[in-house]
């Protein structure tokens, strides 16, 4: 069982950016699939961005290409997401997930069996 954990939420002014970064524990997710959700209030849980094991192959929403990097460093067992040119409506909890299996596209919460507690994100206007 993996356990993660997120961090580096907070309040930003859109237009600005910010970093999360999310911690494994319980094994080593190196092979693992590495991924960023997000839930807005009253919306469902949405994919962002995923990652595979040897980082050779990322996948973004539509909504963030362009703004978000997702990243890994394997060494550390920690991924993390960059969120650059925030808009208001990326405001939202961001969870990051893993999975042992290759990605899946298009990625749905299926796919990702372990989750974090999720970090606040809330971009003003």
């Known amino acids: 069982q993996v356990q993660l954990v997120e961090s580096g939420g907070g309040l930003v002014q859109a237009g600005g950016s910010l970093r999360l970064s999310c911690t494994a524990s319980?094994?080593?997710?190196?092979?693992?699939?590495m991924g960023w959700f997000r839930q807005a209030p009253g919306k469902e849980r949405a994919f962002v961005a995923q990652?595979?094991?040897?980082?050779?192959?990322?996948y973004y929403a539509d909504s963030v290409k362009g703004r978000f990097t997702i990243s890994r460093d394997n060494a550390k067992n920690t991924v993390y997401l960059q969120m650059n040119s925030l808009k208001p409506e990326d405001t939202a909890v961001y969870y990051c997930a893993a999975d042992p299996r290759p990605p899946v596209v298009p990625t749905t919460l299926t796919d990702f069996g372990s989750w974090g507690q999720g970090t606040q994100v809330t971009v003003s206007s």
């Open positions: 319980g094994r080593t997710v190196s092979s693992y699939t």
């Open positions: 990652k595979t094991w040897s980082g050779g192959r990322t």
